[in-house]
């Protein structure tokens, strides 16, 4: 096919043949032109391909073609159209039959030719009437069943429909709507009549907002037929061409019911990286991979305890084989203890160092107090001569194994430190965790993954399960490993691909890298921002003015005053004579709460 303008060509276009491969060869816009068309950007340069998929008329106007006036029609105009000469043209049998306007294709029909036909030694002289009576197929070829008169009276004749020539209907005048003038061949570029336009004739342009599918385009570019390219029809030599369309990852999380699928990667993850496994580098420019479907599992994240290089950051598949033993929290604050204290829950905590409370109301603690964690409470307390009602934890505590226990009020904003009690010996998977304590909590790994070639979490000394994540994942595998399957968060690591026409395998992957990830430290500090959280913001502690103010004027004073030791919970404070120091009496019951204290430590 010879080049042709883009406005010609779709003109031209028969919608029954769509979809159609278009080659651009010239025109304005070419040498890779960037430009708006129909509010899209669109790059044309001479060489591309373009796949037309549908018309969409935009708008139809109507030219004088000796004034040069133009006129824009509505599309639901509703005068008819008649050709300016009595007879439409066509040049050959197929183009009669078949381009014939919408209503006056029902058979049979007339037709002359406008020169001499000679059809197995007869001659039919031009003008003479033809009757079409049908169209058949015989061994492959599609021929016109005809009749005409002759001298010697009426003759069958049996036409190939491809004949070529100059032939013209022999009906009378017919009238045609916008509609039919505008799917017919025939009629384009005809000269028309319209009684509600005028007695003159006219030329129709009507403009076509074209759909078509571009190499690496996301979306359906639209053109208008208006554009000044110059463009080829290669459909019949562009079958084995497919025309990549780019996905984002996150888009493939959104389909269903495709999968598995087969895709290669058009550009990697955008750096730094949130994992740190072995799999991530594969993940770049050219690699295949399959996709298997979404995962179902959920995830829990994790920190280890603090080492040398400080914490390490995990999240733990809802897969994840290996079994757990609790070991007892630390919480440096009552208002921990607060937000720990699970609903119809026990907690047993043992002070692990002396606590003064800033309010004069309340108790101070002493370190091997136990307390029985109840639940929060209000009351009142007395500041610069001020009552004022704060929350506070009511527990309950005793200090050795005969004491009987006593009620204290403590206010959430004292710091001291507290150990919780466990008693629990039981290992814990990690589905059983999540349906019977309450997260965050303390775990040592009691036995490892079996299927992991290499359980890293079975070298921590402990680990805090912080939450669960039920973000969806695809289970993806490398095309030269389908067996090894990892799986992908696309919300947290997006990438540019495309699908290809190859098959993907049936094969179900046997083993699952993504059991244990790891963390980057920066990736799991923006987890941990992503993560909802209902928590209140630690109470402030009251202002200490009045305190520092009595200080003040004590150690202004020269009066010696002598105190007698002050017992705390067993230990006496007591000053040597000639020291600047205080020194400490431990008394045998506390020797005895900080051996059971490590007992209990050293058991997890």
């Known amino acids: 096919m010879e080049p042709l303008s883009f406005q010609e060509y779709i003109l031209s276009l028969d919608i029954a043949s769509l979809p159609r491969v278009l080659k651009v060869c010239s025109g304005v816009y070419f040498q890779g032109s960037v430009y708006e068309v129909s509010g899209r950007e669109c790059c044309l340069s001479t060489g591309d391909l373009m796949k037309i998929t549908g018309l969409c008329l935009q708008k139809v106007t109507c030219r004088d073609p000796e004034t040069g006036l133009t006129t824009e029609l509505p599309l639901n105009f509703k005068g008819y159209f008649q050709p300016s000469q009595d007879k439409l043209s066509y040049t050959?049998?197929?183009?009669?039959?078949?381009?014939r306007p919408a209503g006056l294709q029902d058979m049979p029909f007339s037709f002359t030719s406008a020169v001499n036909l000679t059809i197995d030694g007869r001659v039919i002289p031009k003008g003479q009437p033809i009757s079409l009576l049908s169209v058949a197929r015989h061994e492959g070829q599609e021929f016109a069943n005809c009749t005409t008169m002759g001298q010697d009276g009426q003759h069958l004749l049996c036409l190939p429909i491809s004949l070529q020539g100059q032939f013209y209907e022999c009906t009378g005048q017919h009238s045609y709507t916008l509609s039919q003038v505008l799917q017919s061949e025939a009629m384009r570029g005809q000269r028309l009549k319209c009684s509600a336009l005028g007695r003159h004739s006219l030329l129709l342009c009507p403009v076509y907002e074209v759909e078509a599918i571009m190499h690496m385009r996301k979306e359906v570019v639209k053109i208008p037929s208006t554009l000044?390219?110059?463009?080829?029809?290669?459909?019949?030599?562009?079958?084995?061409?497919?025309?990549?369309?780019?996905?984002?990852l996150s888009e493939v999380l959104r389909l269903e019911g495709a999968f598995p699928l087969q895709a290669e990667i058009l550009e990697g993850p955008e750096y730094p990286p949130i994992f740190e496994n072995d799999w991530i580098p594969h993940l770049q420019k050219g690699q295949k991979i399959q996709i298997h479907g979404k995962s179902c599992a959920w995830r829990i994240l994790a920190s280890s305890s603090k080492g040398r290089k400080g914490s390490r950051h995990f999240l733990l598949s809802s897969t994840y084989q290996g079994k757990f033993r609790r070991r007892p929290r630390e919480f440096p604050t009552?208002?921990?203890?607060?937000?720990?204290?699970?609903?119809?829950?026990?907690?047993?905590?043992?002070?692990?160092?002396?606590?003064?409370?800033?309010?004069?109301?309340?108790?101070?603690?002493?370190?091997?107090?136990r307390l029985d964690v109840l639940h929060l409470t209000k009351t009142q307390v007395c500041r610069q001569a001020e009552h004022k009602s704060i929350d506070v934890l009511l527990c309950s505590r005793s200090s050795g194994e005969d004491e009987e226990s006593e009620q204290l009020m403590l206010p959430l904003h004292l710091e001291g430190g507290f150990v919780e009690e466990v008693s629990d010996s039981r290992r814990y998977s990690l589905p059983e965790i999540v349906e019977q304590l309450q997260l965050p909590c303390e775990v040592k790994v009691a036995s490892k993954d079996s299927s992991l070639a290499n359980d890293i979490l079975g070298s921590f000394s402990a680990l805090r399960l912080e939450a669960r994540i039920t973000e969806t994942f695809l289970v993806t595998s490398l095309c030269e490993a389908p067996s090894v399957s990892f799986q992908i968060p696309p919300q947290w690591l997006d990438m540019a691909l495309f699908?290809?026409?190859e098959p993907a395998s049936s094969q179900t992957p046997l083993t699952d890298m993504s059991k244990v990830e790891e963390l980057t430290e920066s990736f799991y500090y923006h987890l941990v921002k992503l993560m909802p959280s209902n928590e209140a913001p630690p109470p402030r502690p009251p202002k200490r003015s009045d305190f520092r103010d009595k200080a003040g004027t004590q150690l202004s004073g020269t009066k010696e005053v002598t105190e007698k030791p002050k017992v705390l919970g067993g230990r006496a404070r007591v000053r040597v004579d000639g020291s600047d120091h205080d020194y400490e009496l431990i008394d045998d019951d506390l020797i005895k709460t900080i051996d059971k204290m490590q007992k209990a430590v050293l058991h997890y």
């Open 228 to 248: 000044e390219v110059d463009v080829e029809d290669v459909t019949e030599v562009s079958q084995h061409i497919h025309f990549i369309k780019p996905l984002m």
């Open 92 to 99: 050959s049998l197929k183009k009669l039959v078949r381009t």
């Open 334 to 369: 009552v208002f921990d203890l607060t937000a720990s204290l699970g609903k119809g829950e026990c907690l047993r905590v043992v002070v692990t160092k002396d606590c003064e409370s800033p309010e004069e109301d309340l108790p101070s603690l002493s370190m091997g107090d």
């Open 499 to 501: 699908f290809t026409e």
